[in-house]
C-alpha cells in the first residue's frame, strides 16, 4: 500500500450532519462497504496457488495482516466519543492499493477434439470451444490443437481520504487482460487485420508495440475506469453511493472478483445506508438496474457528448432494492475464536428484489434503417406507440424477480464448514427474446402466450480442515446448479426454426439459448464466472457452473523456505455431472473428470508471487457426439482437454 500523508485541523461535522444520518439508520456501529460484506472460509479459487496458511484464501495472492486496516478500524472505534468536538487526526489522505500480474497459459484441445458440425454451413453447429484459425471450419477433429496467450493487467484501488470518516474509493485497470503483442505498431485497425501501417508492412518487421485505442486497434481501452463510490460514516451507521463491488457469502452467485485471477466481478450502482442491530449488521440499498435508452444514444445527444443526462422513461429501467442482515467476525477474530475451542458460527441472509414494465427488445425496422443510415437511432425511433408496426418500445412485461441468499461459516478447532445457497423465483408476462414462439405478427413481435416463469437454484457445501500450524490444507467441496432442457441457440432475436443453431458453443458467453417452443419456464442457474472450482471445464469450456453437479476433494501444503518465503504443492480433482442430461451434446449424465496440480511461490515480505499450473479434464459421454443425434456430421468422441499456466504478480 502506498500513503500519502498530511496533518489536517478542519473541525469534523457536528450533530446536523448525525442527525441526517439518523433519518437513515437506526443504531450504531462499524459500516461496510458493499451489501452483505463477509468474510468466506475457504475461498473458491481453481488451482492457482495453494491457500496460504493462516489466512484467507485467494487465488495466488500472499496473504498477510494489514496493520493499516486494522489501525484504521481501531481509531474508527475510538472517535465515537466526543466526536462533535474532536479535532481530525492524522489522516492517510491517499492510499493506494492494487497489483500487477502476468498470466501466459496454453491451452491443448480445447475443443475436446470436435469440429463443425456441417464445413459447408458452419453457422449450423460450432464446436465445443473456438479452434485454432488453421482449422478453419472443419467437420471433426483438426490436427492443430494449441491455443495460448500471456495476458496482463495493472489494477489500482485508490482510496482518498477526506477525513476519517468519509471517503472516495475507486476501482481502475489498466491494460485489463491484454494480450502481449497484440498491439504491435503495424496493425492500423483491429477490424482490418490486413491493413498495415508504413512503419511495418509485415509483423515481422515491427519493432514496438502501440498504445490500445479503442475502436482503432482494439476494442477496449487502455485505461478502464471499473468502479468508484464515496463512503460517509457516523455514530449511527454508514452511508454508500456509487458504483461499487457486491459480494454475498462465498461469492458464488454476487462475487466481487478480487482474487489475483479474476477477470470480472459483480458491480452495482447503489445508494446504500448500513447499521448495527443487537450485533448484527443491517443493511438497505436502492440499486440502479439497466435503466433503457438515454438521450445520448440518439443521433441527437450523440452529437452534444457534453451535454446533460436525460433518460428518455421512467418506466423501461430496472427498479432494485436490496436488503441483508449478516452476523460476522473479522478473519483472525474467527480463526482465533475456533483455534481457542470455541463454536463458532456466522451466518446471512440477503433479499434482492427487481421489477421492470417497458423494454425494447428489438428495433423496428423503420428505427434500423435510419440507424444504418445515420448511424444512430432518433427519439421517434423509441416510439411509444405499441399499436403501431413503427413501434421499438414493449410495453407491459410485467417482469418481477426476487432473489433469496442465505449464507453460514462454521468453525470449530481446524474445522470450517460452509454453505450457500441463492434461488431466483420471478415471472415475465411477456418474455420476448428469452422464448421461441410458433407464429409473429407483422410487427415481428410474438403471437399468442408471452410469460415466462423463472424458478433456479444454486447451492455449494464446503469443509475444510487445517492442520500442523495451517501449513497442510485438508478440503471437501461440492456444489450443484439447476439446468434446463433448452439447448438451441438462436442467430437473431426473432427466432424460428430457419434461424437456429443447434450446436452452439458451449460456453455461455458465446451463445444465446431461449426456451424452445410451448416451454414457459427458465431453469437455468448460473454461478458468478469468478467463482473457480477447477481450471479447464467450468471455468473457460462452460465459462461457469451451470446444470452441473460436482464434487472436489483438494488438498495443498506449504512450506516455509525462509523468514517470509513459502513454497505451495496442491492438488485437486473435480467430478462434474448435468442432472438435465437432454441439454448436452451428448444427453447423457456424465460431463467428466478433471485433476488440476500447482506449484505456488510467495514472498509476504515484498508481496511477490509466482507459480505453475497444470490440469487435465477427461471428458465423459455428456460432451461426445453420437452419431445417431448428429446426423448431419460432427459426430464423434470427446477427447481430454490440457492447459499449462503460469501466472507471476505484484500486490501492493
Same mark, same amino acid.
Given at each position: ?43 473458491? &479459487? ?13 487465488d495466488e495472492g500472499p496473504a ?20 462533535? =468536538? ?108 490486413d491493413l498495415r501501417s508504413n ?55 454476487? =462475487? ?61 429501467? /430496472? ?40 423494454? /425494447? ?86 403471437? &399468442? ?10 447451492? /455449494? ?21 439447476? &439446468? ?98 437432454v441439454s448436452t451434446p451428448g =444427453? ?65
Amino acid at each position: 500500500m502506498i500513503k500519502l500523508n498530511c496533518f489536517c485541523t478542519k473541525t469534523r461535522p457536528g450533530l446536523a450532519s448525525s442527525l441526517v444520518f439518523a433519518t437513515l439508520l437506526g443504531g450504531a456501529g462499524a459500516a461496510w462497504a458493499q451489501m452483505g460484506a463477509m468474510p468466506g472460509g475457504m475461498a473458491p &479459487g481453481g488451482m492457482g496457488a495453494p491457500p496460504p496458511p493462516g489466512g484467507q484464501e485467494h487465488d495466488e495472492g500472499p496473504a498477510e495482516a494489514a496493520p493499516e486496516e486494522e489501525g484504521k478500524a481501531a481509531a474508527e472505534t475510538g472517535a465515537d466519543s466526543g466526536y462533535a =468536538n474532536q479535532r481530525r487526526r492524522k489522516t492517510q489522505v491517499i492510499e493506494l492499493d492494487g497489483y500487477f500480474r502476468l498470466n501466459p497459459e496454453l491451452l491443448h484441445n480445447f475443443n475436446l477434439g470436435l469440429g463443425y458440425v456441417d464445413a459447408s454451413q458452419p453457422q449450423n453447429g460450432f464446436p465445443p470451444f473456438p479452434t485454432p484459425l488453421e482449422c478453419g471450419t472443419k467437420a471433426g477433429g483438426c490436427a492443430q490443437k494449441n491455443l495460448g496467450q500471456t495476458s496482463m493487467r495493472l489494477r489500482l484501488e485508490p482510496t482518498i481520504n477526506i477525513s476519517d470518516q468519509v471517503r472516495v474509493v475507486a476501482q481502475i485497470d489498466v491494460f485489463d487482460n491484454l494480450i502481449m503483442g497484440s498491439t504491435p505498431d503495424s496493425l492500423i485497425a483491429a477490424s482490418r487485420p490486413d491493413l498495415r501501417s508504413n512503419l511495418a508492412q509485415t509483423g515481422i518487421m515491427s519493432n514496438s508495440t502501440a498504445t490500445p485505442e479503442s475502436g482503432q486497434n482494439t476494442y477496449t481501452s487502455a485505461v478502464r475506469p471499473k468502479r468508484a463510490w464515496g463512503e460517509v460514516d457516523s455514530q449511527i451507521g454508514s452511508l454508500r453511493f456509487g458504483r461499487m463491488p457486491w459480494h454475498f457469502g462465498r461469492g458464488m452467485y454476487f =462475487n466481487k472478483g478480487d482474487c489475483p485471477t479474476c477477470d470480472g466481478g459483480t458491480t452495482v450502482d447503489r445508494i446504500m445506508a448500513i447499521t448495527q442491530l443487537y450485533g448484527h449488521q443491517f443493511a438497505l440499498s436502492w440499486d440502479f438496474g439497466p435503466s433503457g435508452y438515454a438521450w445520448g444514444m440518439t443521433d441527437v445527444g450523440r452529437s452534444d457528448p457534453s451535454g446533460p443526462a436525460l433518460d428518455l422513461s421512467q418506466n423501461d429501467e /430496472v427498479v432494485e432494492f436490496a436488503a441483508a442482515l449478516t452476523m460476522l467476525d473479522d478473519d483472525r477474530r474467527f480463526r482465533e475464536r475456533a483455534q481457542s475451542g470455541e463454536l463458532v458460527l456466522n451466518y446471512g441472509a440477503q433479499l434482492v428484489y427487481r421489477a421492470q414494465n417497458n423494454e /425494447v427488445f428489438k428495433l423496428s425496422p423503420s428505427a434500423k434503417a435510419n440507424q444504418t443510415q445515420n448511424g444512430a437511432i432518433s427519439r421517434t425511433d423509441l416510439d411509444n406507440n405499441t399499436d403501431s408496426s413503427s413501434a421499438s418500445l414493449r410495453q407491459n412485461i410485467n417482469a418481477w424477480l426476487l432473489i433469496p441468499s442465505v449464507w453460514f461459516k462454521l468453525g470449530w478447532k481446524a474445522l470450517t464448514l460452509e454453505f450457500e445457497s441463492t434461488a431466483l423465483v420471478g415471472r415475465m408476462g411477456n418474455a420476448g427474446p428469452l422464448r421461441m414462439y410458433e407464429s409473429y405478427g407483422p410487427d415481428g413481435q410474438p403471437v &399468442g402466450d408471452k410469460h415466462l416463469s423463472i424458478l433456479q437454484l444454486g447451492w /455449494v457445501l464446503a469443509a475444510d480442515l487445517k492442520l500442523y500450524k495451517d501449513s497442510l490444507f485438508v478440503g471437501l467441496e461440492t456444489g450443484g446448479a439447476t &439446468g434446463d432442457q433448452a439447448e438451441t441457440a438462436c442467430r437473431d432475436v426473432a427466432c424460428n426454426a430457419n434461424e437456429v443453431n443447434p450446436s452452439p458453443y458451449l460456453n455461455y458467453r458465446w451463445k444465446f439459448v431461449p426456451q424452445p417452443f410451448k416451454d414457459s419456464s427458465l431453469h437455468n442457474f448460473y454461478f458468478s464466472p469468478e467463482y473457480h472450482v477447477d481450471e479447464i471445464f467450468f471455468r473457460r469450456i462452460m465459462g461457469t457452473i451451470t446444470n452441473a453437479i460436482y464434487v472436489k476433494p483438494s488438498i495443498a501444503y506449504w512450506l516455509d523456505v525462509a523468514e517470509g518465503r513459502q513454497l505451495g504443492l496442491s492438488g485437486a480433482v473435480v467430478y462434474s455431472l448435468a442432472p438435465v442430461p437432454v441439454s448436452t451434446p451428448g =444427453n447423457s449424465m456424465g460431463y467428466g473428470i478433471e485433476m488440476d496440480l500447482s506449484l505456488g511461490y510467495r514472498n509476504i515480505g515484498e508481496k511477490f508471487y509466482a507459480g505453475l499450473v497444470w490440469g487435465v479434464f477427461w471428458p465423459f459421454g455428456a460432451l461426445s457426439r453420437p452419431v445417431e443425434l448428429f446426423t448431419s456430421g460432427g459426430s464423434g468422441s470427446a477427447s481430454a482437454a490440457q492447459i499449462l499456466r503460469a501466472f507471476m504478480g505484484i500486490k501492493f
